[in-house]
């Protein structure tokens, strides 16, 4: 399996409730990511993990959790959350190579609508 | 600041034509630097790497560290190429991607 899949493709939301993404991989990778893209727009990087410990968090704000329970799931916990959240949610994982980058593989997303 | 600039929104052209997509970056080091692209309604997906010089979907790109660019070019460009292109580098002080804001290529029949 040489995929990045990603539950639900669409999910819609309202401002008080509390709903969960979800990522998987069964390609050995022990980095993952989650990016955020709004439409036209570049994706923008929330959150890494590297051997299931959270090793970046740009600065996201709390509505937004990340969880990696194990090497292959990725999950992203949401609560609360505004309608300028609505978005391409993206998953990435990589090798994690020590001193090398590797290549990312891409889910194909999560698109996101809050109301 | 690490930042790579493509300056072009959208790009459109006839089948046949050649296409450049320019990318110009900044940052202090020795940089890697990628193209990746985004067919409609498919996934985001690495295209190339610099330092593999490989010609993909007949795609090269060449780094000019004195220009400090890195654009994407193909001689005869087909209509499946149309789809979004972003060039990235990555920072090794922080092993994070940075996405420039893409160019949409429309190849036109």
């Known amino acids: 399996d040489t995929e990045v899949t990603q539950t639900p493709k669409h999910l819609v939301m309202g401002m008080t409730n509390k709903k969960s993404l979800k990522c998987e991989q069964h390609?050995?990778?022990?980095?993952m990511y989650w990016y955020k893209q709004k439409a036209k727009k570049p994706p923008e990087l929330m959150f890494v993990?590297?051997?299931?410990?959270?090793?970046i968090n740009e600065s996201v704000p709390s509505r937004f959790s990340p969880e990696c329970p194990n090497s292959s799931l990725l999950n992203l916990h949401l609560h609360a959350l505004q309608p300028e959240d609505s978005a391409l949610y993206l998953c990435a994982s990589s090798q994690a190579s020590l001193g090398v980058w590797d290549e990312q593989y891409f889910g194909p997303g999560t698109r996101l609508t809050v109301t | 600041a690490q930042r790579v600039t493509q300056p072009e929104k959208l790009l459109s052209v006839f089948k046949g034509a050649p296409v450049e997509l320019k990318c110009n970056y900044s940052?202090?080091?020795?940089?890697?630097l990628f193209w990746y692209v985004q067919y409609s309604r498919q996934r985001l997906q690495l295209l190339l790497r610099h330092i593999s010089r490989e010609s993909i979907k007949g795609f090269t790109a060449d780094l000019n560290k004195g220009e400090t660019s890195f654009h994407l070019k193909k001689p005869f460009a087909q209509e499946e190429d149309s789809a979004m292109y972003y060039c990235a580098l990555v920072s090794y002080n922080t092993d994070k991607l940075i996405f420039g804001t893409g160019t949409r290529l429309q190849v036109f029949p």
């Open positions: 940052y202090s080091g020795s940089p890697e």
């Open positions: 993990y590297s051997y299931e410990k959270l090793s």
């Open positions: 390609m050995g990778h022990r980095a």
